[in-house]
């Protein structure tokens, strides 16, 4: 029914089809434009389907080729013995792998004009994507954090296949209910609600301002960045490596909003959100903070105050933060949101291998802070590879 072309570039891609298919609240062609245009050649090589009913295109699969790390892949156990390995053959540390998504996006999708069959557009995608596996002798495939609505489809699919499914970091995001932050502090469990207006109220001394950077210049963005890789650096799990010409990029679309906080006197920036607003959802996308701060300026509850402020005003339902961090995101009243990934190893022997890991995987032995969070609430956590 459907047959499947690949590009290198979004640029080969018509506006008209990206507006179809990834409209608000999605990242469209300005998203992976910037990635694209960033120099990130070194960690993924860009990759998009696009989905013809006969001669008419009706969907775009965004797609990239990557070496990923086995230490994010493996088992903690192993992985020393691998490591060992690996000082005798480099290769093992590292597995080429093809994904459907985006590698810096908090949901995987693939966009489709209204009224396509989501089943056979996810069997042709992925059987051209064997092909293409076969073609550049990539052994693993995987379709990265898709959301629930999908997971009928691709939960049919990936068992056809012989594959299997993985739970992956939740999303996070929050609901802005009422008209101002009154509402939003409303809507938190009571116990949630105390504590953070008991740290915003400690804070409230602390001698900063907030302010909304459209397209800063260069010297602020050095400043940006330098604040983000302090950030990236004390992060436990690092898929993505951005450098400062994606910030220097995004930063002049009109969806980005960089919301900083400054030191009065100095004007010097302390920490930063990269937001993206599309329709009336806020999209969360990287933050930054100056770690040498007084602790008691609690910078990151000072920051997510003023983007909940700012949310409000320009109308905003909605703000999703992505993954990790999980810790003061929920102390924030933030939902997580289940993702999933589907794989399958074309060898046979190492596909059963994984399969049997991924059964070992559920949020609780992904991160510590979500292990805390589903001893308090079990009935949330996922449960299909337990079936």
Request: glycine fraction near 6%.
């Amino acid at each position: 029914m459907f047959n499947v072309k690949w590009v290198d570039s979004e640029s080969e891609i018509q506006q008209s089809l990206w507006e179809h298919c990834f409209p608000a609240p999605y990242e469209g062609r300005w998203w992976y434009k910037a990635l694209e245009d960033a120099g990130l050649q070194d960690q993924f090589k860009f990759q998009y389907g696009i989905v013809y009913d006969e001669e008419k295109p009706v969907a775009i699969a965004p797609a990239f080729l990557m070496n990923v790390p086995m230490k994010l892949v493996v088992p903690p156990f192993i992985f020393p013995l691998l490591a060992i390995l690996g000082h005798i053959i480099p290769s093992v540390l590292y597995q080429r792998t093809l994904f459907i998504g985006s590698p810096c996006s908090d949901e995987g999708r693939v966009g489709a004009i209204e009224g396509v069959d989501q089943y056979a557009l996810f069997e042709a995608i992925n059987f051209s994507m064997k092909e293409m596996a076969r073609k550049h002798n990539v052994p693993m495939l995987v379709w990265k954090d898709f959301t629930n609505k999908d997971a009928t489809d691709l939960s049919r699919m990936i068992k056809n296949e012989g594959g299997f499914r993985l739970v992956s970091f939740p999303g996070t995001e929050v609901s802005l209910l009422g008209e101002d932050k009154n509402g939003y502090l409303a809507s938190l469990k009571a116990s949630r609600r105390n504590k953070v207006k008991k740290k915003l109220r400690l804070a409230a001394n602390a001698p900063i301002e907030g302010e909304v950077l459209i397209n800063p210049d260069s010297e602020t963005i050095q400043e940006i960045f330098e604040l983000f890789s302090q950030t990236y650096d004390k992060g436990v799990t690092k898929f993505e490596r951005l450098n400062i010409n994606f910030f220097k990029l995004i930063s002049k679309y009109e969806h980005a909003h960089i919301l900083v906080l400054r030191e009065k006197d100095t004007k010097k920036i302390v920490s930063f959100m990269l937001c993206f607003l599309i329709g009336k959802q806020v999209i969360n996308k990287f933050i930054g903070i100056d770690y040498q701060k007084p602790k008691e300026w609690f910078l990151y509850f000072r920051l997510w105050e003023f983007a909940v402020e700012w949310s409000y005003s320009v109308g905003a339902k909605r703000i999703q933060s992505g993954q990790t961090g999980y810790a003061p995101k929920i102390e924030l009243g933030n939902e997580l949101v289940h993702l999933t990934n589907y794989c399958k190893h074309r060898n046979p022997i190492v596909n059963w291998l994984y399969k049997q890991g991924a059964k070992t995987v559920n949020w609780d032995t992904l991160d510590g802070d979500l292990s805390e969070f589903v001893k308090a609430y079990p009935d949330l956590m996922p449960d299909f590879n337990s079936k």
